[in-house]
């Protein structure tokens, strides 16, 4: 897979992984920090069969999200449900503008579920917190497929969304490549080389990249996930 978009500036810290081996939860040497190991409120992120995907989440709560033409969403038209999302971040200390890609894993692709692959930038993960922006796009090719950025403010089911597009063009399927951005304010999504989405927002000024997946999938967990990831970080 080719290097991800460059970005001008001082190459600081790269990775890359093609999610070799099985692990409960991802570390490949202690590179990753998970969600429940290290945060607690949230869920792991696993490996196995080739690709990295989410630990099934407590499914207490669903995800009720009038946005997302889900139900009807909550009485003030906002959101509820657990919102503990699968999420791993690189451990250590990396370049503030990032550029990362990864590739999609998604068979069984179904729209009773919200079966999302994200990419984590300027992400901190400690416990009962994890902060930093996400960018995600939908395993879907239906009318209800999306893609969108969202900032992750620090407690379990605090997030606000940032930039949303709908519609089949912006889902992905299975071998589809994600890339997502962060250059000073600004994230940017892109599906297979084309830029589908940006945003502006200054809240969070470094932080680690990574992954992640939405919570309340059943057992879909392992049908969607990345089968490659790859990053470089830059001051």
Same mark, same amino acid.
């Given at each position: ?7 001008? %500036? +001082? &190459?600081? =810290?790269?990775?890359?992984?093609? *999610? ?25 992120? *696993? ?6 995907? %989410?630990? +099934?989440?407590?499914? !207490?709560?669903?995800?009720? =999200? ?8 909550? !009485? ?19 370049? /503030?503008?990032?550029? !990362? =890609? ?13 079966? @999302?692959? @994200? ?18 796009? /939908? ?8 893609? @969108? ?7 379990? !089911?605090?997030?606000?969304? &940032? ?8 889902? $992905? +399927?299975?071998?589809? $490549? ?16 084309? @830029? ?6 200054? =809240? ?12 309340? $999938? ?12 790859? $990053?470089?970080?830059?001051?």
């Amino acid at each position: 897979m080719p290097n991800t978009r460059p970005i001008e %500036g +001082k &190459l600081v =810290r790269s990775y890359s992984t093609t *999610f070799d081996g099985d692990e409960t939860p991802l570390s490949e040497g202690g590179m990753w920090l998970n969600a429940k190991t290290d945060g607690i409120d949230w869920c792991d992120v *696993f490996v196995g069969d080739g690709h990295a995907y %989410g630990e +099934k989440s407590r499914m !207490a709560s669903a995800e009720v =999200r009038a946005e997302q033409a889900h139900a009807e969403g909550d !009485a003030a038209g906002g959101v509820s449900g657990d919102y503990d999302d699968p999420t791993a971040v690189l451990a250590g200390s990396w370049g /503030r503008n990032q550029a !990362a =890609r990864a590739t999609v894993y998604s068979v069984n692709p179904t729209d009773d579920y919200f079966q @999302e692959v @994200e990419i984590r930038l300027r992400s901190t993960i400690a416990p009962h917190v994890c902060t930093g922006y996400e960018v995600f796009w /939908r395993c879907s090719g239906s009318d209800a497929a999306y893609a @969108e950025i969202v900032r992750w403010n620090g407690k379990i !089911a605090d997030w606000t969304s &940032l930039a949303r597009i709908q519609g089949p063009e912006f889902g $992905v +399927k299975h071998g589809d $490549v994600c890339e997502a951005t962060i250059v000073g304010t600004h994230i940017t999504s892109y599906k297979n080389g084309v @830029e589908i989405l940006s945003v502006d927002d200054d =809240r969070f000024g470094d932080g680690a990249p990574g992954i992640g997946f939405n919570f309340f $999938v059943g057992d879909t967990n392992v049908d969607h996930g990345w089968s490659s990831f790859e $990053v470089d970080t830059y001051d």
